[in-house]
C-alpha cells in the first residue's frame, strides 16, 4: 500500500478539465473530491444588460459540443419570457436539428472517447490501419455517422456547432427541401452502421451500480428532448418553469461549478441517456423499438456503463425520427413571430446529450436581460459522479493505484461530462496514510 | 517496402478556456481527413483523444481558449518553449473574445458570487489572448476555428516540414 501524498495527472477522453483527490485512511476513503477544474467565463453575468435577441448566439458559446443545446434553451427562456408562441414548423425544424444534435455528439462520446477503453487502446488514434479489424470498421462507422450529424445540421440551422439559424421566434432562413431526399437515403444507410454499434456497447458488460435516482424531461407524445415535464424517477412530475421548487444547489467550495440535490429527497441524482431511456424507454421510435428488441432489455438499469449503450439508441431513434420528419415535411415560408418587447421571466429546460439543461431569462420591458441563470447537465451530476468514486475506491481498495485510477476514469467517462472550458488534467490526488 | 515509421509532423492541440468549439470541429474534420492525416501527422498531445500525452519535441502547438490564470499563463509558456511553431485557433485563443467577456465587466458586475470564485480561484485580473503571453507564428480565425483556414495552415507547415 501507498502512503503519503499521490499525484497522478491523466489526460482524459472528455471534454473540459477535471481533478479527483482521495484521502484514504485505514483501508477507507475518508474524503474524495471531485473538482471541476475549469475557471469560469460568467457567460450568465455577461448578458446582462444586453437586448435579448442577441443573447442566444451568444450563450450557445458556452459550449462547443452540446451549442445547440444551449442555444435552444436559451430561445425558449426568451420566448417563454415574452409569451411568443414559435409555430409548429419552427418546433419541427427544432426537433430535427436536435436530432441531428444528438447523432453526432452520442457518436464522438462513444466512439472517439469510449470505445478505446472497449479495444483495450489509449486512443483512436491507435486503431490499426487493417479493414479487418472491428475497431478500424467502427471508428470509420463513426466518421460516417458524425459526419451525417454535422450535415443534417448544416441543412436545417446553417452549421453543426454555433448555428446562425435560429433566432427568438424562428428561423433567420429556412432550409432547402431539395436537400432532404438525399439526407434521407443516408439516413436509411446509416442504421446498418448505428445498429452494429448498439451490438458492440451491448456486448461491453462493464459494470458499476450505486444510484438509482434519475430526473429527465418527458414528452406529452413520445420521446421529446426540447418539450415536456420534468419527471423524477420517484414518480413526481414538475413544471421545468418552476426548477427551483425541485433542484437544492449545493455549492462546493473546492470545485468552480456548484452541485445539485433532489429537494425532496436531499438525494444525489443522475442526468443524461441512462435517466431518459430509464424513464422513458416506451416513448422511443416503433421503428428504433423493433429493431433493437433483442438489446433493450437491460433498460432500466442502474448500471453507469449502460449509458453508452442508452445513447447508441438514442442515435438510431434520432435517426428514424429524422427520417420521419424529412419524409413529411413542407416548408412553408414565414418569418420569425415578433413581438413587442415586455417584462417577464420565463424558463427554457432541455435534455442536452448529457442530461437536463435548464435557461433562465429575466427581461425588462425594454427587452432587455435584467438576471440569467443556467443549470448545467455536468454540474447535476457531479455529486452523482463523487459518490460513484466513492463507493468504488471503498469495494476496491485493494487494487493498485493504476487500476483505480483507469477505472475512475471509465466511470467518470460514463457520464459523458462536458467541463466545456479550460482544459486542465485529471490529476488523481490519492492520498494513503 | 515502405518505411514502417515514416517521418511526421509532431503536433500537439492544446485548449485553455473557451467552449471547445474549436476541438470538437477538429473531430469532425477528422471525419474525412483522418486517413490521409494520420500518414503525416503524429498528434503527440491532445487531451480530448488520448490518455498518454508528452508535449516534449512538437512541431506545431495549436492553440484554442483564451488564457484565464498565472498557471495558463505558465503552461502556455512552457508549450511555447516545446514548440517550433504555435498557432492561435479560433477567436477566444487569437483575440480573446468571447472568453474574455468579464475585462468589460465594471465593479456593478462583479456580484458577491463572483467574487466568491475570485477569492477561491487563482483568476488573474485580466483575461489574456495567446499573443499577449507568448510570440505567435500563426493565426486560425473563426468561431468555431473556419475549416479552410485550417487545412491552409496545416498543408503550410507540412510544406515548411518538407512532408507534402
Not at chain 1, 255 to 273: A, M, P, Q, T
Not at chain 1, 350 to 365: D, F, I, M
Not at chain 2, 68 to 76: N, T
Request: with cysteine.
Amino acid at each position: 500500500m501507498h502512503s503519503g501524498d499521490i499525484t497522478i495527472e491523466t489526460v482524459t477522453k472528455i471534454e473540459g478539465g477535471a481533478t479527483v483527490e482521495a484521502k484514504v485512511e485505514n483501508g477507507q476513503v475518508k474524503n474524495l473530491k471531485f473538482i471541476i477544474h475549469d475557471y469560469r467565463r460568467f457567460y450568465t453575468k455577461a448578458v446582462v444588460d444586453k437586448p435579448f435577441v442577441a443573447v442566444p448566439s451568444f450563450l450557445s458559446r458556452i459550449c462547443g459540443t452540446c451549442s445547440v443545446s444551449h442555444l435552444f434553451a436559451a430561445l425558449k427562456a426568451i420566448e417563454n419570457s415574452q409569451e411568443i408562441e414559435v409555430s409548429e414548423q419552427t418546433k419541427i425544424l427544432r426537433q430535427l436539428a436536435y436530432d441531428a444534435l444528438m447523432i453526432r455528439d452520442h457518436t464522438l462520446h462513444n466512439y472517439f472517447f469510449v470505445l478505446p477503453d472497449i479495444l483495450g487502446l489509449d486512443s483512436i488514434l491507435d486503431i490499426p490501419e487493417n479493414h479487418d479489424d472491428l475497431g478500424h470498421q467502427l471508428l470509420h462507422d463513426s466518421f460516417d455517422i458524425k459526419q451525417l450529424g454535422t450535415d443534417l445540421s448544416t441543412a436545417i440551422i446553417g452549421a453543426a456547432i454555433h448555428a446562425p439559424l435560429p433566432t427568438v421566434g424562428g428561423f433567420n432562413k429556412l432550409p432547402d427541401e431539395s436537400q432532404f431526399p438525399a439526407l434521407i437515403d443516408r439516413l436509411e444507410k446509416i442504421r446498418e452502421q448505428v445498429i452494429r454499434g448498439v451490438k458492440v456497447f451491448y456486448d461491453w458488460r462493464a459494470d458499476f451500480k450505486r444510484n438509482s435516482d434519475y430526473i429527465a424531461i418527458r414528452g406529452k407524445n413520445g420521446f421529446n428532448f426540447l418539450e415536456g415535464n420534468i419527471t423524477i424517477s420517484n414518480g413526481k412530475t414538475y413544471d421545468p418553469q418552476h426548477f427551483r421548487d425541485f433542484l437544492e444547489t449545493v455549492v462546493i467550495p473546492y470545485s468552480h461549478s456548484e452541485g445539485y440535490k433532489i429537494k425532496e429527497l436531499n438525494e444525489d441524482y443522475l442526468v443524461g441517456s441512462l435517466a431518459r431511456l430509464n424513464l422513458n424507454l416506451d416513448q422511443l421510435h416503433p421503428r428504433t423499438k423493433k429493431d433493437l428488441k433483442s438489446f433493450l432489455n437491460y433498460f432500466p438499469s442502474d448500471n453507469i456503463y449502460d449509458q453508452d449503450l442508452a445513447q447508441q439508441v438514442e442515435t438510431l431513434h434520432c435517426v428514424d425520427d429524422a427520417i420521419d420528419i424529412l419524409k413529411s415535411l413542407k416548408i412553408i415560408p414565414e418569418t420569425p413571430v415578433k413581438k413587442a418587447p415586455q417584462l417577464g421571466v420565463g424558463v427554457g429546460a432541455v435534455e442536452a446529450p448529457r442530461g437536463t439543461l435548464y435557461h433562465k431569462a429575466e427581461v425588462n420591458e425594454q427587452g432587455i436581460i435584467s438576471n440569467y441563470d443556467v443549470i448545467v447537465p455536468t454540474a447535476q451530476n457531479q455529486i452523482n459522479i463523487e459518490n460513484d468514486l466513492k463507493q468504488y475506491f471503498n469495494d476496491h481498495i485493494d487494487k493498485s493505484e493504476e487500476e483505480l485510477k483507469f477505472e475512475a476514469e471509465k466511470i467518470i467517462r460514463c457520464y459523458d461530462p462536458c467541463m466545456s472550458c479550460a482544459t486542465n488534467f485529471l490529476k488523481l490526488k490519492w492520498i494513503k496514510k | 517496402m515502405s518505411d514502417p515509421n515514416p517521418p511526421k509532423m509532431v503536433i500537439g492541440w492544446f485548449s485553455f478556456t473557451g467552449c471547445e468549439g474549436c476541438t470538437i470541429h477538429l473531430s469532425e474534420l477528422l471525419n474525412k481527413n483522418f486517413d490521409a492525416w494520420i500518414k503525416l501527422v503524429e498528434i503527440r498531445y491532445c487531451k480530448t483523444l488520448k490518455t498518454k500525452n508528452s508535449m516534449e519535441g512538437l512541431d506545431i502547438a495549436f492553440i484554442e481558449g483564451a488564457l484565464s490564470s498565472q498557471e495558463h499563463f505558465d503552461k502556455m509558456q512552457k508549450i511555447r518553449d516545446n514548440s517550433k511553431y504555435v498557432i492561435a485557433v479560433g477567436s477566444c485563443a487569437v483575440s480573446g473574445r468571447p472568453s474574455s467577456s468579464r475585462n468589460d465587466f465594471g465593479p456593478d458586475k462583479i456580484d458577491d458570487r463572483i467574487k466568491s470564485y475570485f477569492e477561491r480561484f487563482d483568476y488573474a485580473p485580466k483575461v489574456k489572448k495567446i499573443d499577449e503571453v507568448v510570440k505567435v507564428d500563426d493565426y486560425i480565425q473563426g468561431c468555431p476555428m473556419l475549416a479552410d483556414q485550417f487545412i491552409n495552415a496545416l498543408t503550410k507547415y507540412l510544406k515548411i516540414f518538407k512532408l507534402v
